[in-house]
């Protein structure tokens, strides 16, 4: 497995994780039960998950109003381009 095989997996299960977790978390707040911590959430997305997080945020309509999420998750995403943009662009 090359170094580009390897990232692309991780954030692809990472993505797919966080996505998983905000549905989790709507389903959770929707019948009223035990929540998953924001810092959960948010640590997801700041370790590669802000697409995955964003996806799901506007799918569920989850987390929408809160400002940390609605500028925070897109500003992680909009980092974590520009860091596999330049990752690619060294040859990485």
């Known amino acids: 497995m090359t170094l580009n095989q390897g990232i692309l ?9 966080t996505f998983l977790l905000f549905w989790a978390d709507k389903q959770k707040a929707v019948h009223r039960k035990w929540r998953i911590k924001e810092a959960t959430l948010l640590g997801m997305s700041l370790l590669g998950g802000a697409a995955g997080g964003l996806a799901a945020m506007y799918l ?3 987390k929408i109003k809160k400002n940390k999420f609605r500028i925070g998750v897109p500003a992680l995403l909009a980092v974590q381009v ?8 060294a040859g990485v």
């Open 9 to 17: 997996y991780y954030l692809l299960v990472l993505n797919f994780g």
């Open 60 to 62: 569920f309509h989850h």
């Open 82 to 89: 520009v860091i596999v943009v330049w990752l690619k662009m």
